[in-house]
Every structure is written in structure tokens, then in C-alpha cells.
């Protein structure tokens, strides 16, 4: 690549539109596939919420065909009221079907049957899988510790082999140099009463 060269990053680009073209309101808008490719989404998604709106606010004409006597149109705040109306009306059948149902097809995971009481909170609960686990764990290295500060375990009984090893060596060390620096007292002791020895000669 020559020095100095553009180099996309990971990503890609920028998508900038290049081409530009004026639509029927005069607003500029992208010719090029992405901006195509974007306008068409939104439509569809633009569509689709019509076409929901106009579902929900249509309503099954009981007056005749002759279209004399059809309902007027409904304010926005009228077609609120109309929906929050049938979702309620809706709420209130599935929950007279849930409690139609028959208790073999009933999900027994749901909490719907499960009521807490205050008694409930302060008895003790029972541990998860999970806990019981690390319980176990903490218990059994517990054990272990104890058996090992009595020296009990094997790894203790090694330690406590070596530990007294060490101690014999340290007190022959101990004894050797004491017997050293006995041995050069007596010595210097020897070396003073030769040299007082050899004063009173003189």
C-alpha cells in the first residue's frame, strides 16, 4: 500500500451519500443502494403500523349495507377509551380461563399458588445444589485442619518429622559452637596466665 494511502477500518467506511436527488416535497433524498435499501424498511415498517391502526379502529358494521346510518368518527381520546375497554374485557377472560383450567394441564412452575407468610421468612430454607456444595467443601477443609494441627494427617506427620530433624540439627550447632567458644575462653585464659607467668619472671 503507498505511504500516505486511506485504509478502512475494521467497520467499513462512512456510507455518505453521494447521489441526491430532490423528491416531491423538495427535500433532498440518497439514490444510492443503501439509502434505497433504508427508505424501503421504513415504508414497510410505516405500512404495517397503518394497517394495524386501521384493524384496530375498524369495528364490524351491524347497520345495513346502504351505509345510511354508519358510526362517525371516533376522537383519539374515544378509540383510547375503546381499547383500554376490550383489553380489560380481554384480561378478564383469560383470567376466568385460567381458573377453568384443569389442574393436570396447570404449570406447576408458575407462583401463582405459592403465598408467603411472615412465619415463612424466618424458618430456615432449603440450601441449593450449589450451596450445599460449598458447604460440604468448607466443612471437610475444616476437618482437615483440625486433624492437621493434631497431627493426624499425613502431610502433618512429614512436617512434624522434618520440624524435629531441623531441631536436632540446630541443638548440635548449638552445643558445637558453645564447646567452641568454651574451648577459646579456656584458651585466652591459658595465653593471660602464661604472659603473667613470663611478667613476674622479669
Known amino acids: 500500500m503507498a505511504r500516505g494511502g486511506f ?14 436527488t430532490l423528491d416531491e416535497n423538495g427535500t433532498a433524498v440518497a439514490t444510492d443502494r443503501w439509502a434505497a435499501r433504508d427508505k424501503r424498511e421504513i415504508d414497510e415498517e410505516e405500512s404495517e403500523e397503518e394497517e394495524s391502526e386501521e384493524s384496530s379502529e375498524e369495528e364490524p358494521d351491524e347497520a345495513p349495507a346502504g351505509g345510511a346510518s354508519q358510526q362517525p368518527e371516533l376522537s383519539r381520546a374515544e378509540r383510547k377509551e375503546l381499547k383500554k375497554k376490550k383489553a380489560q374485557a380481554k384480561q378478564q377472560q ?11 394441564f396447570v404449570n406447576p412452575n408458575t407462583a401463582a399458588g405459592k403465598k408467603m407468610n411472615i ?20 466443612d471437610a477443609k475444616e476437618r482437615y485442619w483440625k486433624l492437621h494441627e493434631q497431627g493426624q494427617t499425613e502431610q502433618a506427620k512429614i512436617d512434624l518429622a522434618r520440624l524435629a530433624k531441623i531441631r536436632a540439627e540446630r541443638e548440635a550447632a548449638q552445643a558445637k559452637r558453645k564447646a567452641e567458644a568454651e574451648a577459646k575462653t579456656a584458651e585466652l585464659e591459658a595465653k593471660k596466665k602464661e604472659a603473667a607467668a613470663k611478667g613476674r619472671r622479669i
Open 119 to 138: 412465619s415463612d421468612l424466618s424458618a430456615p430454607r432449603e440450601l441449593t445444589r450449589r450451596e450445599r456444595e460449598e458447604k460440604e467443601k468448607k
Open 94 to 104: 383469560n383470567a376466568e380461563d385460567e381458573e377453568e383450567e384443569d389442574p393436570l
Open 7 to 20: 485504509k478502512v477500518k475494521r467497520g467499513g467506511g462512512r456510507n455518505l451519500s453521494k447521489n441526491l
